[in-house]
């Protein structure tokens, strides 16, 4: 049986964007003041490549909200996935050296999709 799975990070770039796009910010815009380039965001988004500290702090202070809000939120949105929707949460180290056929990254629409329902 196929096993779906997730980084920390994406869970983490799925809330600031949705804050992003709540306060009316553009996502080109965010990436300019991120110092961020759009391929890096789509490769973090795909578990590809991972949010630094640094990154994350900028990004919360673009938008006007606290770090450790985000992280909290994150860490009880990957319990709720882990438990309901039997998601597995990769290390960084992991996900960049998955090639099994055994575990697939869920693709950012499909988290999306995810989040929404464990939050109803």
């Known amino acids: 049986m196929e096993k779906n799975a997730i980084t920390f990070s994406m869970v983490v770039a799925k809330f600031l964007n949705d804050i992003r796009e709540s306060s009316g910010l553009s996502q ?9 380039s ?5 490769r973090l ?5 991972f ?3 640094e990154e994350l702090r900028i990004a919360c202070k673009l938008l006007n909200v606290d770090a450790s809000n985000i ?25 960049i050296d998955n090639k099994t056929v055994a575990t697939t990254i869920v693709a950012a629409a499909a988290l999306a999709f995810l989040l929404a329902r464990i939050s109803k």
């Open 28 to 36: 080109s815009e965010f990436l300019e003041r991120l110092e961020m």
């Open 71 to 95: 992280i909290k939120s994150a860490e009880i949105a990957i319990e709720k996935l882990k438990n309901q929707e039997n998601i597995e949460v990769l290390s960084a180290k992991k996900a």
């Open 38 to 42: 759009q391929s890096s965001w789509s």
């Open 45 to 49: 988004n795909r578990g590809l490549s």
């Open 51 to 53: 949010l630094t500290l």
